[in-house]
Nanobody, 126 residues
Framework: VQLQASGGGLVQAGGSLRLACAAS????????TGWFRQAPGKEPEFVAG????????HYSDSAKGRFTISRDGAKNTVYLEMNSLKPEDTDVYYC????????????????????WGQGTQVTVSS
């Protein structure tokens, strides 16, 4: 599985960005895709995830109410719509795939996500 993340950039506080994660290669449609973010010197932090088959979603507390994750089957792409951005949202954002997700919920554990894309930088100015 190859993942290509895009959509990062520089935005003012209160603004919006939409990240995209395009998957190619061996995808079987039963995986989960998650977005993580990582600050320098820190571990990746779960932001949001979606089960490709069921559409179930899971958000971190910081993302709830501001971010929306969605999928487009025709494009094999997962989106992360980020609104009301804050300076503390500044990070490198990564998408990743859990190839064997739990049928009932989307995991926030990064160890479950086997395939990772390159990051895309999100910078929110105050």
């Amino acid at each position: 599985v190859q993942l290509q993340a895009s959509g990062g950039g520089l935005v003012q506080a209160g603004g919006s960005l939409r990240l995209a994660c395009a998957a190619s290669g061996r995808t079987v449609g039963t995986h989960a895709t998650g977005w993580f973010r990582q600050a320098p010197g820190k571990e990746p932090e779960f932001v949001a995830g979606i089960n490709w088959r069921t559409g179930n979603t899971h958000y971190s507390d910081s993302a709830k109410g501001r971010f929306t994750i969605s999928r487009d089957g025709a494009k094999n792409t997962v989106y992360l719509e980020m609104n009301s951005l804050k300076p503390e949202d500044t990070d490198v954002y990564y998408c990743a795939v859990d190839p064997a997700p739990h049928p009932q919920y989307v995991s926030s554990l990064r160890q479950r996500y086997r395939y990772w894309g390159q990051g895309t930088q999100v910078t929110v100015s105050s």
